[in-house]
C-alpha cells in the first residue's frame, strides 16, 4: 500500500491494486458515519440552519425536514454505490476506479479546504462539529495515498499481464 514501493511481480501489482478498494472501504465507513450523525445529532443542527435561512421566507420552512430525508437518502444510495465499487475493485482491479476515486478525493479536498477558507474569512461558523470537518480531510489525505498507490498497482498488473501475453 505504500506509493513509492516498487512492485516487482504481479501479486505485488495486484494487492497494491487492492489498496484503493481498501480506501473505498474506508470512504464507506466514513459516510456511514456521517449518515448516523445526519440522522441524530446533526438533524437538529441542520433543521437550525435550514430556520435561519428560511426565516424570511415562512413557506420554505417545511422543507428543511424534507432536505434532510433527502440528503440521508442521496447518502445511502451514494454509500451503496461506493461499496459496489469498492467490491468490483477488491475482486478484479482495474485503473479506471482508482482514477475516478483519485479524482473526486482531490476535488473533496479541494473543496473542503476552500470551504474552510471562505468560512473563516467571512467569520461563519461551520454547521458540521470540527471532529467531522478535520476528521474528513484526514480520511481524504488517507484515501487520496492508498488511490495513488491503487492506479500504480493496477498499471504494474497491465504491464505484467502484456508481458506475459508474448
Known sequence: M?????????????AAA????????????????????????????VEAAMAEATAA????????????????????????????LGLVQWFKPNIVIPILFTVLVVYGLGTGVWGMMMADQMNIEAASPPWQVYGGLVVLVVELILHIAGIRGASAMNKFRDAQAY
Open 2 to 14: 505504500n506509493p513509492t514501493a516498487a512492485i516487482t511481480n504481479a501479486a505485488e501489482a495486484k
Open 18 to 45: 487492492r489498496a484503493s478498494a481498501i480506501a473505498i472501504f474506508i470512504g464507506v465507513i466514513w459516510g456511514i458515519i456521517g449518515l448516523v450523525w445526519m440522522m441524530g445529532p446533526g438533524a437538529a443542527a
Open 57 to 84: 421566507s415562512p413557506g420554505a420552512a417545511g422543507m428543511a425536514g424534507m432536505a434532510t430525508s433527502m440528503a440521508v437518502g442521496f447518502g445511502g444510495f451514494l454509500i451503496v454505490v461506493q461499496l459496489i
